[in-house]
């Protein structure tokens, strides 16, 4: 459970019974509800991580909106959409093991998080994470209910494969960017967990820089 939903939770069972303590029981069940949801939406459950060398795990639960290719000013990316309802785990998590080396937060608007232009346009957190020589950016963008994100670590800290590092309130959306020769394994429709599915393989740098990581490979 995180944090935040004890304060929620708590705080409403605490309205409810002081509501119908002063009023009549009936007037309790509202703030009672509320106080269940809360309890249930910062639920935060344990998660196997995947060993596998290069595996990229999904920051998030949700439904896979995209896999699509970018021409960005480092040359082509692969980027992984999830959009997350208000009824997955919200908890995000590291897709790799490695360095934070940049935070930047965006703001922005607060579009429906499965519009394609949200990942540009709405406020959002960007991180890169480098490890085992390569980069990777993995977004926390705020939806249509989104109002806060959360992001623990700071620049220079060692993350896991599957560190929990944040959280986004309630619907939104996680982008993870990708050298364009990494071999997704999901497709759009898909739905994933923060943690333990795996998005996607990095190729080792060697089969990077040697050009043999054919078209067809990146996409069995």
């Avoid at 949801?37 to 990229?56: C, H, M, N, T, Y």
């Avoid at 795990?57 to 970018?70: A, C, F, H, I, Q």
């Avoid at 996680?174 to 020769?181: G, H, I, K, P, W």
């Amino acid at each position: 459970m995180v944090r935040d939903g004890y304060f929620y939770g708590l705080g409403f069972i605490a309205a409810g019974i002081l509501l119908g303590w002063l009023t009549q029981p009936a007037w309790a069940i509202a703030p009672f509800l509320l106080a269940f949801f809360f309890l249930w939406f910062f639920r935060d459950p344990e998660r196997v991580i995947p060993s596998e060398a290069g595996a990229v795990v999904s920051p998030g639960d949700g439904k896979v909106t995209d896999v699509s290719t970018l021409d960005t000013p480092d040359g082509k990316k692969l980027r992984i959409s999830i959009f997350l309802s208000v009824f997955d785990v919200h908890v995000n998590r590291s897709p790799i093991a490695g360095v934070v080396r940049e935070i930047r937060y965006q703001r922005g608007k607060f579009l429906n998080a499965m519009d394609a232009v949200s990942a540009e346009h709405n406020e959002q957190n960007i991180v890169t994470v480098e490890g085992d020589g390569q980069k990777v950016i993995f977004k926390q963008i705020a939806g249509l209910l989104a109002r806060r994100i959360v992001f623990n670590p700071k620049v220079g800290d060692r993350l896991e494969r599957g560190q929990r590092v944040g959280l986004i309130k309630f619907g939104s959306r996680v982008d993870v960017v990708l050298d364009a020769s990494t071999r997704p394994s999901v497709k759009i429709g898909d739905r994933v967990k923060g943690g333990a599915s795996v998005l996607g393989y990095l190729q080792p740098l060697t089969a990077v820089a040697m050009g043999t990581v054919s078209a067809g490979e990146r996409t069995r």
